[in-house]
């Protein structure tokens, strides 16, 4: 009617003069206009998002594509969610159905639709879709079910899709560089579309999770990384980067797999390989000199040598060493306080001397040592185990870490009867390798076992929640690398559990890292992140059990993670992008850089 004809050409005029103004003002809002456009969305809703935007951001986006470009553009795609005044002057109209619908809604049919299965699988299908086309809606989604939907876009679930990857495949997402691209890193890595980037994870595919080498279909895990990145640590997705190392394959099943997708050759080893590498981190940080590089799922006789040659060079960190000793000293902090003990007063068994079980030990010794013990004094705190047993002297594979009091080779259960352990750390990938003899072994000496399985997947977990508990008599702190959720333990009621999860740790140390332009990530940060993770447990969630904050507390906690990275790097004058405002508040400066998923107006600028 005549009413609804003057409001789109009103809706359209005031379209120009934003137009108009984002050219002539440093692209930034004029604050006359966000008014007149909040009056064109279509709830209350979107209006509070449109405003929070404004106040937070200064303005809408400029976009050059329109028509189905921007419907295909994932970053810019709204969807049923375009308002009328964005489908006249973007060109949309006539291409999508007529209703708009809001924001809420959107996520609400999005729910609806992963809640009417229950197959793990088809829920990572129905995100990693909408991933693809609405990259907005995706991390909201993610944001707000954060909970329920990690187990789903990272381990467990994304174990099954990276070994079905090749089936999988629909959309490519990230780079590849391969052995077959040596030569030009340089200038292929100027094919990804965006300027900014500050997060970039890269994984060669040679360890996925407890799986092995996967090769290029291990590309799962840093696109699964990047979107807790985004939806946790408050990474904007146009500012992160997936890539692939592919230097081959040594699973002849793969190399058989007609599907496969990465190269059919043999992996790279020795000096070809480590020329590869230095090739690749060359080139990225040519182009993005500001950058974290995050390591993922690099085979165990590399990941040590590879982070060891690169930590000091660049701003780069390795999640499985790092990430994971980081958030397991949080876990350990945490039900220390509610034993009412020290850290350095703990017996450690540590069951796996590949890199995570020898990075743990070392980011803890280290934590001992700012406690007050001597090297030697913190070293004799550890028992580590391969899988020939305990590593004592003898051993060559790593002898810093062999014990002199007990026989090399010595099984877990007889160590276990010798050194009383207070503490059992799972990192060895091997299922119900804690078994009830040996947790009922270590019960008798301890009021309060400490028993944390890492492993991932779930199929790998050195022992299960309901069995910790029941071999305990109830008595266990409890946390897993993969979800076991609340669990009914026969003759103790419901247990909450609690998930020694990489992600409380490594989107804080990301955004903190890049925000601040820290030359390196430093064992100091790493230390004041654990401590600030651990502190956000309360006493009722340590008296409950828990040994870590609710998972629904993430943004909090990568918060705090985060402006105790900062703080750090100030402390070791490592910043390089300091800001006034950073001294002035903090903690208020990273609230106000970290990326909120809400759909923002859409203008195209001026011919």
Known sequence: DTRELHDDMTTMMAVRVVRSVSLTASKRWCTAVPARLSSTATSTEDNAHLARFARKKGGPVLVRSRGHDILHDSL??????????????????????????????????????????????????????????????????????????APIVYTPTVGHVCENFGGYFTYAR?????????????????NWPRKDVHVIVVTDGSRILGLGDLGAHGMGIPIGKLALYCAAGGIAPHRVLPVMLDAGTDRQELLDDEFYLGVKQPRLQGSEYYEMLDEFMQAVYRRYPTALVQFEDFSSDKALSILHKYRKQYLCFNDDIQGTGAVTLAGLLSACRAKGEALKDQRIFVAGAGSSGLGVSQQLLDAMVMQGLSQEEARSRFYVFNADGLIGVGNTHVPEWARKDLANGMPFLEAAKQAKPTVLLGLSTVPRLFDEELIRTMSS????????????????????????????????????????????????????TSQCNNMYIFPGVGLGASMCGAEMVTDGMLYRAAEALASLVTEEQRDQGLTFPPVDDIRKVSHAVACAVIREAIAEDLVTLYSSEMEESLEEYVWSKMYEPVPVPLVEPLP
């Open 445 to 496: 000496n301890v009021s309060r076992p400490i028993i944390f399985p890492l492993s991932n997947p779930t199929a790998r977990s050195e022992c299960s929640a309901v069995d910790a508990y029941t071999w305990s008599n109830g008595r266990c702190l409890f946390a897993s690398g993969s979800p076991f959720g609340t669990v009914d333990v026969p003759g103790h009621g419901m247990k909450q």
């Open 174 to 190: 990230g780079m590849y560089f391969s052995r077959l691209d040596r030569g030009h890193f340089s200038s292929m890595v100027y």
């Open 76 to 149: 810019f795609n709204k969807g049923s969610h375009f308002p009328q005044y964005e489908r006249d002057s973007l060109r949309l109209r006539g291409l999508l159905p007529p209703r708009v619908l809001t924001f809420e809604q959107q996520q609400k049919r999005v729910m609806n639709m992963i809640r009417e299965t229950d197959d793990p699988v088809q829920k990572y299908q129905i995100l990693n879709g909408l991933h693809n086309r609405n990259e907005t809606l995706f991390h909201r989604v993610l944001m707000d079910n954060i909970d329920e939907l």
